[in-house]
């Protein structure tokens, strides 16, 4: 049987105290240090940009560049880079000669900042308001292309590939806006073609889309035609290669592979049962890279960790085999080196560059390392049960380790579901310090991956497909029992936390069975119903393919909402919400609050101002972490190592 104890410590001598009473080197306010975030990698004339998280400046976002061997920072103070194209955003900038267009987030119009050598000039406002704009690209002949989101009606929003002169006053030129949505407009070598990812309402990215082409010219796009996709077929991220020939992911053979198109056939390139790519929540994934001489570097999902691997024209597949297991955002950067994210379960994402030629890794920009010494850090381990009709389900299980401490012999740690969002998210073994916060007091996590999740193919994905509230609840509660089984878990304490669609199934796990001691839902769904009415165009129809079409499906709706099942609330819950969150509304954190409260149960409730979806403030994440911790004490009976502000907890019976 496997041990739930960490690694010993260098001195040997370890002090033994209960699982959840163990001192932590991570307090809640250096997690909030450590929570700065790298995102949107981009190459440009040989230099490299990406963005990075501010929590202690409100969460902003800010563009970085590497210039004479460090990092500088372009973005002044005042600004954030970010766009709410379908309110995820993604791919808010574009460095064009010298330029980099950007979507200022207070007011989403796109900026102009000149960058140079020594810095960058002020941003200047270019479109009018009312716009948002995402995904940009260079336009031939000047100008930039990209998409665009029509908020001028807020009763009608439109969203359309569109190209912009660059010009102060300009909203842009709509060249495509047939469908309810489109993503990654990409021009072609030669600039006469372009290429687009369609799709419509109730179909989400990752279901059925199209890719289209149309021949572009001064007067706008020529008929289009599309290319690949359809019903039972999710295509994205095209790229034209050097010679013409337009590149693609799609699920057609069950799981996310690279294909070709060309003289109007299309071919697979390495199938795999494996993904080359994810769901297209935000936008701007770079998933592989065609290079000048028809090779193609791509990164592949794992069994244990992400393969770059170096695809010939004849099918020749060489590994390049890196010291990370995470990677993401591929661009090519000098013709001989590539550019990417990369992690590990040791390490944060850092910047990094690889050699194509030797394999030779350097990083770049580690901007929040990993200060935890390699006794406390929790690696995580891939486990398989059968979950829901005993279908094989996967998770990450993450033991308690603690190199200065180990609990009481006989005792069994208390354990952490995690239920990530999307529902089509991921577990990842990536470095998480918010993970090893809970690991290094004596906690184990599992983060599981329910019928729904992606990472393991199209039908993995559709499992959850009219069964949400079912076969996603089912499966966290066959991950605690598998776990309980060996040892690895102390059935009476057991806790289950998650956000957005998580903290769906947290409210869902906790409405229908005993298992769990304690619940925490960030931004969670509590009425589907009132979901389906309230929430943005982007997911407005998202729940058709989840639950069923509203309303011909509201006895459905009604059925599978937790707060149709209050009588099966018996757990202590904390709820947590951002006051300004457009996608899970208030309003839905408000109605479990208020219902369980009018039974006496036992609840608890935070609401952050400034908060949309997802904490990006320091003083929200610290605040959010350690009122966790804290109510998991109180509920579960332990005291954590340090002073803790006191959670109120209405209704919750003395010891």
């Known amino acids: 049987m496997e041990t739930a104890h960490g690694s010993g410590s260098a001195s040997g001598v370890r002090r033994v105290a209960p699982y959840g009473a163990w001192a932590s080197p991570i307090s809640a306010a250096s997690l909030a240090r450590g929570a700065i975030g790298v995102s949107d990698l981009r190459t440009a004339d040989g230099r490299l940009f990406w963005l990075e998280s501010r929590p202690d400046e409100g969460g902003r976002m800010v563009l970085m560049t590497q210039a004479d061997g460090e990092a500088r920072q372009l973005t002044p103070a005042g600004y954030n880079v970010r766009t709410r194209v379908h309110e995820y955003g993604g791919a808010p900038y574009v460095v064009i000669d010298k330029t980099v267009y950007f979507s200022k987030f207070s007011d989403q119009k796109l900026h102009a900042q000149p960058i140079g050598g020594e810095g960058a000039e002020a941003p200047a406002p270019l479109t009018p308001e009312g716009y948002r704009y995402a995904d940009l690209v260079a336009a031939p002949g000047g100008g930039l292309i990209g998409v665009r989101e029509d908020h001028t009606d807020p009763a009608d929003v439109k969203n359309a590939v569109v190209r912009l002169s660059g010009q102060a006053g300009d909203a842009g030129e709509a060249l495509f806006g047939d469908s309810d949505f489109v993503a990654y407009p990409r021009v072609s070598p030669d600039g006469r073609r372009l290429a687009w990812m369609a799709w419509n309402h109730p179909n989400m990215p990752w279901d059925d889309t199209t890719l289209r082409v149309a021949d572009l010219t001064a007067d706008g796009l020529g008929a289009s035609q599309a290319v690949i996709g359809g019903v039972g077929e999710s295509a994205m991220e095209p790229k034209w290669g050097a010679d013409g020939t337009l590149y693609f992911i799609s699920d057609r053979t069950g799981f996310w592979n690279l294909h070709a198109w060309a003289d109007g056939e299309t071919r697979p390139i390495l199938p795999s049962a494996a993904e080359f790519a994810g769901p297209l929540w935000g936008f701007g994934q770079s998933n592989y890279v065609p290079l000048a001489d028809g090779r193609i570097l791509a990164r592949r999902h794992g ?56 394999g030779e890794s350097e990083v770049i920009r580690r901007p929040s390392p990993a200060s935890l010494e390699a006794g406390h850090i929790s690696l995580a381990r891939p486990i398989t049960f059968p979950g829901a009709g005993g279908q094989e389900t996967h998770a990450l299980y993450y033991p308690p380790t603690n190199a200065d401490f180990t609990a009481p012999a006989g005792e069994a740690p208390p354990l952490i ?108 769904v509590a009425d589907l119903a009132a979901l389906a009415r309230d929430t943005h165009k982007f997911e407005s129809r998202y729940l058709d393919n989840l639950v069923g079409p509203y309303p011909e499906a509201a006895a459905v709706y009604e059925a599978r909402s937790p707060l149709s099942h209050l009588e099966g609330f018996r757990t202590p819950l904390i709820i947590f919400q951002g006051a300004d969150d457009p996608i899970v509304p208030p309003n839905q954190a408000h109605m479990i609050r208020d219902a369980l409260r009018e039974r006496q149960q036992a609840v608890a409730y935070m609401e952050f101002p400034g908060e949309s979806h997802g904490f990006r403030k320091a003083e929200t994440l610290i605040a959010a972490k350690e009122a966790e911790l804290s109510f998991y004490g109180r509920v579960f009976g332990f005291v954590p190592d340090g002073p803790l502000p006191e959670v109120a907890i209405e209704n919750l019976p003395r010891p």
């Open 417 to 524: 579901v995690q239920a990530h969002g999307g529902p089509t998210g991921q577990a990842s073994s990536a470095f998480s310090l918010s993970n090893q916060f809970w690991t290094t007091r004596g906690f184990a996590i599992v983060d599981v991956d329910y019928g729904g999740s992606s990472g393991w193919g199209r039908a993995y994905r559709q499992r959850l497909n009219g069964a949400w509230g079912i076969v996603d609840v089912e499966d966290v509660i066959a991950a605690v029992r598998h776990l309980t089984a060996q040892g690895l878990a102390d059935p009476a304490r057991v806790a289950i936390h998650g956000g957005s669609a998580g903290g769906f199934t947290v409210l869902a796990a906790l409405s229908q069975s005993d298992v769990f001691g304690a619940g925490a839902s960030f931004y969670g």
């Open 303 to 358: 069994p244990d960790h992400d393969e770059l691997l170096l695809i010939a024209p004849d099918g020749t597949v060489r590994e390049i085999p890196l010291p990370f297991s995470g990677l993401s955002a591929l661009h090519g950067l000098d013709g001989r080196r590539l550019a990417m994210f990369a992690s590990s379960g040791d390490q944060t994402t850092a910047v990094i560059t690889v050699d194509i030629a030797t």
